[in-house]
């Protein structure tokens, strides 16, 4: 019996085999379209490639004069900021001297101060005592370290500052630097043209040198250097008015304690000047009880010297009136008041002799009480002494050096103008 045979593979369907033959059909027209474009094409592609030539020419130079304007204002940016860098650097050295002046100026407060202390630590006795002058003094000095702290610290901020500054200028500068050296290139670039001698062929122009960068980071490089600088001059200029203000205020506190210092002075003279002419009364008075005491006890001695010579004589006539012979020896009434002349005289005597010694002992009592008065004031005037001594050498806060002369000697402690009667008794006594 026979069999059908089949033609093994796949068998495609009718719809298929038209769609085959319209494709083919389809295709065949389009490449003869695309070959008439390419055909249309090569007949244009001198044309084209010559006027494409000359327009690309012509957008490069555009484009080399954009990026040589470009470059240009970041140059002249950077010209200003420079300019303006190169002035705040200036100001800032300038403020900076200022505070190193005004640091170097809190010596002499200073050493004056510490010379103050140190004369009167000469004081003596009761007078060495710690008044409101020696607080003064010290809250002085206290006074002068702070502010030569605050002026240092000042100081080194402006120095780091400095140092930020010539950082920047320095990146300015090579930014800047660059930026001339690219101007030169790009207007070389720029004049060349297909005439000029000194074109021909390079190996791989097209190549990206090592480390080149983006426009966004040439950009951002420029801006972040001038922001940079910006930032710094600005804290540069408040950093300024900082130490102009710390310049100011430490100068305002330390006149302010220099008055308060010298008023304590002037009021501790005063109260040592009232206490000093109290002492001076006192001793005026003592000498003079002193004096009326000694005269009283010449006229004690004289009337003891004179109770004793009634003693004799009245002595010398009992004596004799016992010599009377036999009956007439009676106590009569001359005989009684011979002997109550005697007791009389020796009760007298008695009494003046411890008057005498009372007076000799209230004598010594002043004599000791004279001379505590008598150092006391001999205290008072070196006490007084030292603090004028002070007062004159604090005058170097108000004069000039040049024009400073010492009322008071340094070494021999006299006086080099004409001093109250006071002052000239302090100074004997000195």
Known sequence: MATLSVKPGQRFQLPDWHTNSYLLS??????RDVSHQIRQEARVLRNETNNQTIWDEHDNRTRLAERIDTVNRWKEMLDKCLTDLDAEIDALTQMKESAEQNLQAKNLPLDVAIECLTLRESRRDIDVVKDPVEDELHKEVEVIEATKKALQQRISQAFEQLCLLQEVRQQLHSDHRGKMETLEIDRGCLSLNLKSPNISLKVDPTRVPDGST?????DNFSQFNKDRAEAEMKAARELREAI??????TNNELEAQRVATE???????REMEKVYSELKWQEKNTLEEIAELQEDIRHLEEDLRRKFLSLKLSHTRLEARTYRPNVELCRDQAQYGLTDEVHQLEATIAALKQKLAQAQDALDALYKHLARLQADIACKA?????DTKCVDTRRKLTVPAEKFVPEVDTFTRTTNRTLSPLKSCQLELA
């Open 263 to 269: 008023f304590a002075f002037r009021k501790r003279l």
């Open 382 to 386: 070196n006490s007084m002494l030292l």
């Open 214 to 218: 983006t426009l966004q980071q040439w």
């Open 244 to 249: 102009a203000l710390t310049i100011a205020e």
């Open 26 to 31: 389809t295709n065949a027209q389009l490449q």
